[in-house]
């Protein structure tokens, strides 16, 4: 009697459970995506982000919501793209940072390890700019200056350990010249600083610099990445005006949380190379002097792996700290 009760329950639950565990679960996504910048609205990143999340949620069919939460060197918006929950409804645009600040800083509350790169988003070249007073007109003239009076030159960046400071000290570095550090918060602040005089150079990325060299107020020497930058195209490159080797690009990347399912980063990256290759994107990407980006998610993991390799020695053996 017992058994006939035991089997009768288990029949009334197994119709009740049936449907629902046939269901299909709602294809992805079934809401909105929420996209974390970890710097203030205007910048490279932001830009990059905002174009491309209009782009992609046509695609999806869900709106990806831009929001940006700024401090501690990215470290805040890197965090909370790292812990968020890996089901692809939070995506963060990692950038620089992603791969320095563990070298950076002593205590972060994020690791690389906690990301799982959908695709990089896109490139920004970086120009040498220096102030107009100061009788140089090629990389060349610059480096020698730069050799004869050792530490006597002055280089503003956008802060401790950031993306122009580092790009300064690789500079100096493979140059081979000394240079006092002055750093700034923020290169709004210190590009008017040099086109007033009172410091000499930057390396900073060519959407900031524009302004100052529509107007003169600063020159342009050499532009950081491999190939020209669209919009100063009669800049030479800093490897082609006379230091072989320099590269360096201020870069975007989509990541998600590490677990993130397979399939959802493969959707994700789809979408989003979609979005990056679209006609209309690839144009105002070009107008703001950003190199699109694209591939695979591999390719992306790849790239941030390497770009911890690059900047690890560098960080280390001129014993940069941000903290």
């Not at 809401?31 to 203030?40: A, D, E, H, T, V």
């Not at 690389?112 to 990389?139: H, I, K, Q």
């Not at 918060?185 to 150079?201: E, F, H, N, Q, T």
Request: hydrophobic letters at 45%.
């Amino acid at each position: 009697m017992m058994k006939a009760k035991i089997g009768c329950v288990f029949a009334v639950l197994c119709l009740l459970l049936g449907p629902v565990a046939g269901r299909a679960q709602p294809e992805y996504p079934a809401s909105p995506i929420r996209l974390i910048i970890p710097f203030s609205a205007g910048g490279a990143p932001d830009i990059i982000g905002r174009i491309l999340a209009e782009k992609a949620s046509k695609g999806l069919g869900q709106d990806v919501v831009v929001e940006n939460r700024t401090g501690a060197g990215g470290n805040i918006g890197f965090a909370l793209g790292a812990k968020a929950a890996p089901d692809g409804y939070t995506l963060l645009m990692c950038t620089f940072g992603c791969a320095t600040n563990p070298f950076l800083y002593k205590k972060i509350s994020w690791s690389p390890s906690e990301f799982a790169p959908v695709m990089l988003a896109g490139m920004v070249p970086n120009v040498l700019v220096v102030r107009p007073t100061l009788n140089v007109d090629s990389v060349e003239q610059f480096i020698a200056l730069g050799r004869s009076k050792p530490g006597s030159l002055t280089m503003a960046s956008s802060g401790v350990g950031s993306a122009s400071h580092l790009a300064g000290e690789r500079f100096n570095d493979l140059a081979k010249i000394e240079a006092l550090h002055v750093p700034y918060k923020g290169s709004s602040a210190a590009l008017p600083d040099i086109a007033g005089g009172r410091v000499d150079y930057m390396i900073v990325s060519v959407p900031e610099a524009m302004p100052y060299l529509a107007d003169k107020r600063l020159k342009a020497l050499g532009v950081s990445t491999e190939v020209r930058a669209t919009s100063l195209p009669d800049v030479p490159t800093i490897q082609e005006a006379g230091l072989p080797g320099y590269s360096v690009a201020a870069w975007s990347m989509l990541v998600a949380p590490s677990g993130t399912p397979a399939q959802v980063i493969e959707r994700l990256n789809t979408e989003f190379n979609k979005a990056v290759s679209d006609s209309e994107v690839v144009k105002r990407l070009k107008g703001l002097s950003v190199l699109p980006g694209g591939g695979t998610s591999h390719d992306a993991q790849s790239f941030l792996e390497e770009q911890a390799r690059q900047w690890k020695p560098l960080i280390e053996r001129k014993k940069i700290s941000a903290d």
